[in-house]
């Protein structure tokens, strides 16, 4: 499966769009760019996924690079309660539902 | 809905004794998967269970395992607890397995090995 390297930790002010970065460069043609962020004490949290297209829904907007090597979830507005460990996720489609995760990156929003 | 229950939610044990952690999906859900989550590990796939079957595994010993009932709730059993097994054991459930859906976690059952 490929890798993930993302920055350990990102600081954000409130109100501001906080863009998490993520380098999948050896990503291949059938894998899936998830993310998902672990609120202190809590299970992870689904937040998108994509394949090639940028994705968005209610929490973020996904894009990923025309060549798929790197992604940035991005956080339009982000408050206090966006504090948390994001993790983004390279998975193949075969893969089922076994997720590698990395380190990911710690964000911490800041009033 | 429901979320995804997990029980016992603390739990302390002795080295060499073996411990049943519970996994309720949430309704409809076929697929339930395990996770430990350590400080020094991070993060880590255990296996996943599909319609009563296992679909894949994680590089753990032997002394982990687990098993899915028809009501799809799961238990994962360590047998012969260590002291490095004390962690945040995480069950998550989804609609199905090998698609892009996405993976709903409970709050996790905390060991102590002690």
């Known amino acids: 499966d490929a890798k993930t390297t993302q920055p350990p930790s990102m600081d954000c002010a409130e109100g501001r769009a906080a863009n998490l970065p993520c380098n999948h460069s050896t990503i291949s043609g059938n894998e899936y760019v998830y993310w998902y962020r672990q609120i202190h004490s809590q299970g992870p949290q689904y937040i998108i996924h994509?394949?090639?297209n940028n994705e968005t829904n209610e929490m973020a907007s996904l894009i990923i690079t025309e060549d798929r090597k790197s992604s940035t979830l991005i956080l339009p507005h982000a408050t206090l309660r966006d504090t948390a460990v994001y993790y983004c996720?390279?998975?193949?489609?075969?893969?089922?539902?076994?997720?590698?995760f990395g380190g990911g990156t710690r964000l911490m929003v800041k009033p | 809905k429901a979320g995804v229950t997990q029980t016992p939610r603390y739990l302390i044990k002795t080295r060499g004794q073996q411990v049943t952690l519970s996994c309720s999906p949430i309704s409809g859900h076929r697929s339930v998967s395990w996770y430990q989550q350590t400080p020094g590990q991070g993060l880590q796939f255990l296996f996943e269970y599909f319609s009563e079957t296992q679909r894949n595994k994680g590089n753990f010993p032997g002394r982990f395992s687990g098993r899915q009932f028809s009501n799809s709730r799961s238990e994962m059993n360590v047998s012969t607890l260590e002291l490095g097994d004390s962690a945040l054991y995480l069950c998550?459930?989804?609609?199905?397995?090998?698609?892009?859906?996405?993976?709903?976690f409970g709050e996790g059952s905390r060991l102590t090995v002690l």
């Open positions: 994509g394949l090639k």
């Open positions: 996720i390279v998975k193949p489609s075969n893969a089922g539902n076994m997720l590698t």
């Open positions: 998550a459930s989804s609609l199905t397995s090998g698609t892009t859906g996405e993976l709903f």
